[in-house]
């Protein structure tokens, strides 16, 4: 892909990276990112605390937006410079007929020249002007957009959520753990035997219980990545000249609308194992009570 021209570039700058177009009443988030103002109040519809930049999707705990005045007097500036500037491009010509490509058929999704349109080729085709063309398919991939972005943010927010139980289950294996080393100290000796059975079986639903996290962790890394390709790929493709925007567009779409996975599943985190100990007869009423400690 051609590098991006410095008037392309400049535009970029000036753009809200949510609709794709001039920044209006641009704001400023604590990460450092901008956005206009009705977009991210619309992203972060619903929510008062723990948003997320929809960029860098860095969390806040409040909703701090700062107005950037000068970033919107430079919009001003390049929204000028935009219309005076002379339109380069001449080379889009059509190959065949030499003459300038003003129109896109709908089943060959190609871009044509008005010769191009009257040829047997195109004729029975459904044929609309570039400019409507692309501001269909924008709106169609800015549509798309939102979802993938919904979804990302679902699946960072269950992952969170995950790694704070798995925290949480390390913590309440390490308090049942010092009981366990604590009470059966006192009878070393006699329930040595027992205990190693407890502590064993005790690590052992940890590991199961964190294995089953864990496979969901990577479930949910994977799928995170895919949507971030997939959003990284239709964000590119959203700022491409009419040419390539067009070109293949309906598979960019397409690959959008496929993009669906199957919900993880929580894992639950109760520790109740249910030990089966042999001990004397006269202990146990102590290893009843001390079990029950443990699984409740």
Not at 251 to 275: H, I, N, W, Y
Request: overall charge neutral; glycine content about 2%; proline content about 4%.
């Amino acid at each position: 892909m051609a590098a991006a021209t410095p008037a392309e570039s400049l535009r970029d700058e000036a753009s809200c990276s949510i609709c794709l177009d001039y920044f209006k009443d641009p704001v400023t988030t604590d990460c450092g990112h901008n956005f206009c103002r009705s977009c991210i109040t619309q992203s972060w519809e619903g929510r008062d605390t723990n948003v997320s930049c929809p960029q860098c999707r860095k969390r806040s705990r409040q909703r701090n937006l700062r107005p950037n005045r000068q970033l919107a007097n430079m919009t001003e500036m390049v929204k000028k410079l935009s219309q005076t500037s002379v339109r380069p491009k001449e080379e889009n010509l059509c190959e065949k007929h030499e003459e300038k490509l003003k129109l896109f058929c709908e089943e060959d999704q190609k871009i044509i020249c008005l010769i191009c349109r009257e040829s047997r080729d195109h004729k029975s085709y459904t044929v609309i002007p570039i400019e409507e063309a692309v501001q269909e398919y924008k709106e169609k991939l800015t549509m798309h957009l939102k979802p993938l972005r919904k979804d990302l943010e679902g699946l960072l927010n269950f992952q969170s959520t995950e790694e704070k139980k798995t925290e949480e289950l390390r913590s309440k294996t390490d308090i049942i753990r010092q009981k366990v080393e604590s009470e059966f100290e006192e009878l070393h000796q006699f329930l040595n035997k027992e205990k190693q059975i407890l502590l064993s079986r005790l690590e052992e639903a940890e590991k199961k219980i964190l294995q089953r996290m864990r496979e969901n962790e990577i479930q949910i890394e994977e799928q995170s990545s895919s949507l971030i390709q997939l959003i990284s790929k239709i964000e590119e493709k959203s700022q491409q000249p009419a040419n390539e925007l067009l070109k293949d567009v309906k598979d960019a779409l397409s690959r959008c609308q496929k993009m669906k996975f199957p919900e993880p599943e929580a894992v639950f985190t109760d520790l109740k194992m249910g030990f089966q100990l042999s001990y004397p007869q006269q202990l146990k009423k102590w290893i009843i009570k001390f079990g029950d400690f443990l699984i409740g």
